[in-house]
């Protein structure tokens, strides 16, 4: 029977992450945290529905040791503590000094693409490490996966996420996402490696269901940028964007984003509890609707242009269910001993689209082609 840690496992991905995995009979599901009342409320919240046994405990991903997860008893380990840009592999390595495979919900470039430096310590230990098992890199890799096929080549990548005003991401998420704005990154611009600003420039997407419309966004730094020129090397250009649903905030962010870059906002981190005050205060603009699309253009085997966009649109509230089921895929099959891979890799390969499909299918969550 395997059992499973999940640190942060009452926030917003992690609580997502628990809610899934508590419906696999056999399975037996840590919720830990610093805050054991709020970790032990998370876990009576699962009684009337769960299929797993569920159980609280009281741990700090800051200072967690091997001997925390031994005395956890976890065979599998999955991190949804973040923003993971301030964090060293603490957590990935106690899990593999632990003999516990480890997942995590990681988006910050350098975390996950450094995270083979551990390859030969897990393999020593026979464990799975796993980084970056959300939205990107993971999904966004499947997608394109399962779109690549049709092209001779690949040309240019442009893929966003834009989650629904009601989306509450907590101070951390917020503080993580502020502090990009204006700061510089590379990109793959061009067949060239370019210098761009987070959240700059505006680039507007016009989603296919009306409901949504058209939203804006803006250039974000993330693991993919390095990752995918190396798995699809075809690729001239690449653009990661994110948006925020409501016009207003997101034009708030670009200009925060020219403040920063012109050195007059120093720390726009430091602005994360005041602004999230605000968020929620207007959380009822917007709606409840998350959407990511991924537009894939190159040549087709008749040797014309080609261009495919995948969009998916998140219903009801159901979006953040998006970032944790990459890890709640890859734990179910270690669980099931149906993942044979060991050692230390981004999540770049290890879930493909009809898995995701499969596990969100009682969501409301649709996809399309066009």
């Given amino acids: 029977m395997a059992r499973i840690l999940v640190l942060g496992g009452y926030g917003v991905f992690g609580s997502r992450a628990v809610e899934r995995l508590a419906r696999v009979p056999g399975l037996e599901i840590v919720i830990a945290g610093r805050n054991l009342v709020a970790a032990q409320a998370a876990a009576d919240g699962l009684v009337k529905r769960q299929q797993a046994r569920v159980e609280a405990a009281q741990l700090d991903a800051l200072t967690l040791t091997p001997g925390d997860i031994r005395g956890s008893r976890a065979s599998i380990v999955i991190n949804t503590v973040g923003p993971f840009q301030a964090h060293d592999y603490r957590v990935a390595r106690a899990a593999i000094d632990a003999g516990a495979h480890y997942i995590d919900l990681a988006d910050a470039r350098a975390f996950v693409c450094g995270i083979g430096v551990l390859d030969a310590a897990a393999k020593q230990a026979g464990v799975l490490v796993v980084s970056g098992a959300s939205s990107v890199p993971a999904l966004a890799a499947a997608v394109i996966d399962d779109l690549a096929p049709q092209f001779q080549f690949m040309e240019s990548l442009t893929y966003g996420i ?72 075809t690729l001239r250009s690449q653009h990661f964007v994110a948006g925020i649903e409501v016009k207003t905030f997101h034009g708030g962010l670009w200009a925060l984003s020219w403040l920063t870059r012109a050195g007059l906002v120093r720390h726009p981190e430091r602005l994360a509890p005041p602004m999230l005050a605000v968020k929620r205060r207007l959380s009822f603009l917007g709606s409840d609707r998350g959407a990511m699309f991924v537009r894939v253009t190159g040549q087709g085997f008749d040797g014309l242009a080609m261009d495919r966009c995948w969009e998916l649109i998140a219903n009801a509230g159901h979006g953040p269910f998006i970032p944790a089921t990459p890890a709640v895929i890859l734990a179910k099959a270690l669980a099931a001993g149906r993942l044979a891979m060991r050692g230390a890799a981004p999540c770049v390969g290890l879930i493909d689209l009809a898995e995701f499909t499969t596990e969100v299918a009682d969501l409301d969550i649709r996809q399309s082609v066009a």
């Fill in 162 to 233: 834009s989650p629904g005003n009601s989306f509450d991401p907590g101070a951390a998420t917020v503080a993580s996402i502020l502090g990009g704005a204006g700061r510089s990154f590379t990109a793959l611009r061009d067949g060239a490696v370019a210098t761009v600003h987070g959240w700059q420039p505006l680039v507007r997407h016009r989603f296919r269901d009306p409901r949504l419309g058209t939203r804006w966004f803006g250039a974000c730094d993330v693991p993919d940028l390095d990752l995918f020129p190396v798995r699809y090397p």
